[in-house]
């Protein structure tokens, strides 16, 4: 999307761009459409050292499938590994529901960092 020009990551001076929002309809659907044409060959050279590739062909399909899961889910693609999510945007009084992440492989328990 950016090689594109169609939107920018950030404020950039001189562009007419908009900035990419992961809020905006609009903009996850242009996401989304690029994902839709995106191979694993585009992005391999980002996933391999020396001789050694993190990741496989069937990975893409997966992730793509598991972020349009995640913004069916929760109507946004802010996603983090920390130990709390934004769950949803409340659009009426402009706020953010959190929600915990409680997955027991997580390296940290709830009351570690008192």
Not at 45 to 69: H, P, Q, V, W
Request: hydrophobic share 35%.
């Amino acid at each position: 999307m950016f090689e594109e020009r169609v939107y920018d990551y950030q404020e950039v001076n001189g562009s007419d761009n908009e900035r990419l929002n992961i809020i905006i309809p609009e903009h996850i659907t242009a996401i989304f459409d690029t994902l839709d044409t995106l191979e694993f060959k585009d992005i391999q050279s980002m996933l391999t050292m020396g001789n050694k590739m993190y990741a496989e062909e069937s990975d893409l399909e997966t992730r793509i499938n598991a972020l349009k899961n995640w913004y069916a889910e929760h109507n946004h693609l802010y996603i983090s590994d920390g130990p709390f999510y934004i769950d949803n945007f409340i659009e009426v009084d402009k706020s953010i529901d959190f929600q915990a992440f409680r997955d027991e492989n997580y390296p940290f328990k709830q009351g570690d960092w008192r």
